[in-house]
């Protein structure tokens, strides 16, 4: 069964608000990945994370991996119309690789 | 370059028929990967092979049957399907780790089955 729940399942923010979504696992993760899908697309590979409460950026995203290793999130600031997407993290314990439920995020202009 | 192809981007099938997807990348990536996609859900690792030897099967029925040609060619060739296995099929490529799941995976566009 899945393994890496992803919390909130739905996220409708105005433009210019903040939104984050939450990866928790119920095993150590060897590392963590991030995807985003958009409508009708496929998922595009946006960062991995693999030491201990590492903190990396991109531009309006920022990106944290639990000092534990089973937790992980993503928030953005400010979002914009092109955020919108489902927001996937991904991760590997032992030799299993799962993705997680996914966040849909939807930002009105 | 740094595309995925797949064909075709649509597939409709009847229950006896069998049809093959195909999936190719010249990014020179020695792992490449199958996933399945239901609407609403995330993607479903599939199969995995490393340096075109099958690595990983996750327990797929063996009505689908995984095939790689090269090092750039990817297949899955389908057989007896069922309706329930309507789904969107994603194919992906990396570089080769110890384990799936290690380093960067390039997605394809997917191609929609359906199985009538």
């Known amino acids: 069964g899945q393994q890496v729940m992803q919390i909130p399942q739905y996220q409708h923010v105005q433009e210019g608000e903040d939104f984050t979504t939450y990866c928790n696992s119920s095993?150590?993760?060897?590392?963590i990945q991030w995807y985003k899908q958009r409508p009708g697309g496929h998922p595009v590979f946006l960062i991995q994370?693999?030491?201990?409460?590492e903190v990396k950026k991109q531009k309006r995203l920022t990106f944290q991996f639990g000092e534990a290793k089973k937790n992980s999130s993503l928030h953005i600031t400010a979002t914009q119309t092109t955020d919108v997407g489902t927001y996937f993290c991904a991760g590997r314990d032992f030799n299993k690789f799962y993705f997680g439920s996914g966040t849909k995020l939807n930002v009105k202009p | 370059d740094t595309e995925v192809t797949q064909t075709p981007k649509h597939l409709v099938m009847g229950m006896t028929n069998k049809k093959s997807l195909k999936c190719e990348q010249h990014m020179g990536h020695r792992a490449m990967y199958w996933y399945k996609q239901k609407a609403k859900k995330p993607p479903e690792l599939m199969f995995v092979?490393?340096?075109?030897?099958?690595?990983i099967n996750e327990s797929v029925p063996s009505r689908f049957s995984p095939e790689c040609p090269n090092s750039s060619l990817l297949n899955l060739h389908l057989h007896a399907l069922q309706p329930e296995d309507s789904a969107l099929y994603l194919c992906?490529?990396?570089?080769?780790?110890?384990?799936?799941?290690?380093?960067?995976?390039?997605f394809g566009p997917g191609t929609r089955l359906t199985v009538l």
């Open positions: 992906a490529s990396s570089h080769p780790g110890e384990v799936a799941g290690e380093n960067e995976q390039f």
């Open positions: 092979y490393s340096y075109e030897k099958l690595s």
């Open positions: 095993t150590t993760l060897s590392n």
């Open positions: 994370l693999v030491k201990s409460g």
